[in-house]
């Protein structure tokens, strides 16, 4: 008797997954793979359910003899435990990132003469009906709200990007890449106050008051699942600080992120060239405690941001803060510096989990850009926010374009570098 492997990475079986055991069915004794909720996330399905829900459900559907937990992507550990005879997948996977997983897994079983089965794709209306409803279960407050906790739990390092619109929390949300033959994504998105003004054309001074702020979070709820961590500056007036807390966590909001400066707030990487205030140690900590008090679930965060390092107040003043605000119920800390080199940063996490392992640290390398994701998750850093390199690249095209069309007087120029209509008009999802 064959043993036949497939992998499931969903939370709902439809008539797709009943075609594919109705074909495994026929080559033998048929082994259904549960993706574990770590391979999960890199693959774009993030679960609704636990990993023992879907073992269940997969447990349930008839001619299945076995189901197991699938670790890696990359099918590794399966194939080495098991040993397949066949592996059987929609034909979807012979096509884009995903055909670099399908190359290595007809690979590894060619080695002991093993072979890959691909089925025609099942897409017909009922199945984009159901990946449908799965995606808006995913863009619900409370399903979104927690995800960031719980990406925290599961990945080495949380990768998050910025969005300022419904288009850049589109790149944010579906931007995947294939490496080394593992896919991989952004994790989540930050609203961040430098690309929401600039994106508005106003300076990064608390300017662009909170109504419009929502407004561009609600743009980028419209369009996306991921969970968003809400650049919220000083958090202003304590007394004003809790309404907006409230609003964001019935949003679905995950994460504030408030730095420790008062007064006129200037963009942190002006650093000392430009007069910034910070708050003292306990004007900043009440201000977390009243946050923390009107929260009503144990899924959203407040993440203190400490400003020390961006103006030279010196690293036994961050890590002084850094306590403290923990100690008045921050979630996590975010430290900042506009050094090129991560050195700064470095001592702080070492320093920082020396004498605390769990408080998650956030941190933001527009300056010390050099450092990679796994080098800052080894000094115990658990959130990487890339806060404004999308407006970056944005900005310069759009300009070069501008000049050339003035240039040229036309626009054939510029059309090699420009997205193709068909695609403009494809990019958002219909209803
Ligand atoms: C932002 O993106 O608005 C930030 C990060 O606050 S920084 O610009 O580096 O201060
Ligand atoms: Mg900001």
């Avoid at 008539?15 to 026929?26: D, F, P, R, V, Y």
């Avoid at 690979?107 to 099942?122: F, M, N, S």
């Avoid at 504030?256 to 910034?276: A, M, R």
Wanted: charged letters at 30%.
């Amino acid at each position: 008797m064959h043993t036949v492997y497939t992998c499931f990475c969903t939370d709902i079986i439809h008539e797709g997954h009943l075609n594919i055991i109705k074909e495994a069915m026929k080559l033998g004794r048929v082994v259904v793979g549960a993706l574990s909720d770590k391979a999960l996330l890199r693959y774009n399905k993030f679960p609704t359910v636990s990993l023992e829900e879907r073992l269940k459900l997969y447990r349930s559907i008839e001619g299945v003899s076995e189901v197991v937990v699938q670790n890696d992507m990359l099918y590794d550990d399966i194939i080495e435990s098991l040993k397949p005879d066949y592996i059987i997948h929609g034909d979807n996977w012979k096509t884009g990132p995903t055909s670099a997983i399908r190359t290595h897994v007809r690979e590894k079983v060619a080695e002991y003469g093993g072979a890959v089965v691909d089925v025609p794709y099942t897409y017909n209306e009922k199945v984009k009906k159901a990946d449908k409803l799965l995606r808006e279960k995913l863009a619900m407050p409370e399903y979104r709200r927690k995800r960031l906790k719980q990406l925290i739990d599961i990945c080495p390092i949380v990768k998050i990007i910025e969005a300022h619109s419904g288009l850049t929390g589109l790149i944010a949300e579906k931007t995947v890449v294939e490496n080394n033959g593992r896919l991989d994504q952004f994790d989540g998105m930050w609203v961040s106050s430098l690309c929401d003004s600039t994106a508005k054309g106003k300076p990064d001074i608390e300017l662009v008051d909170m109504s419009s702020r929502l407004r561009t979070i609600d743009d980028i709820m419209e369009v996306t699942t991921k969970p968003i961590i809400f650049d919220g500056d000083t958090g202003g007036l304590t007394e004003h600080f809790v309404y907006n807390i409230r609003t964001l966590e019935r949003m679905g909001v995950s994460a504030i992120i408030i730095e420790d400066k008062k007064g006129l707030k200037k963009n942190s990487l002006f650093g000392t060239e430009v007069s910034q205030t910070q708050a003292t140690i306990e004007e900043f900590c009440d201000k977390i405690s009243a946050g923390k008090r009107i929260q009503l679930t144990e899924d959203f965060m407040i993440i203190a941001r400490i400003e020390s390092l961006i103006l030279e107040q010196g690293m036994d003043d961050a890590l002084n803060r850094a306590f403290a605000y923990v100690e008045a119920g921050a979630d996590g800390i975010m430290i900042h510096s506009r050094k090129k080199s991560p050195d700064e940063i470095l001592e702080f996490c070492d320093e920082f989990r020396s004498k605390n392992k769990k408080t998650p640290i956030v941190v933001v390398p527009s300056s010390f850009n050099t450092i990679t994701e796994e080098e800052l998750a080894e000094h115990g850093v658990n959130i990487v926010i890339y806060a404004n390199q999308l407006t970056r690249s944005a900005f310069p095209s759009m300009q070069k374009t501008a000049e050339d069309i003035l240039r040229y007087h036309r626009a054939k120029e510029v059309d090699d570098r420009l997205l193709p209509i068909k695609e403009i008009i494809t990019l958002i999802d219909e209803l």
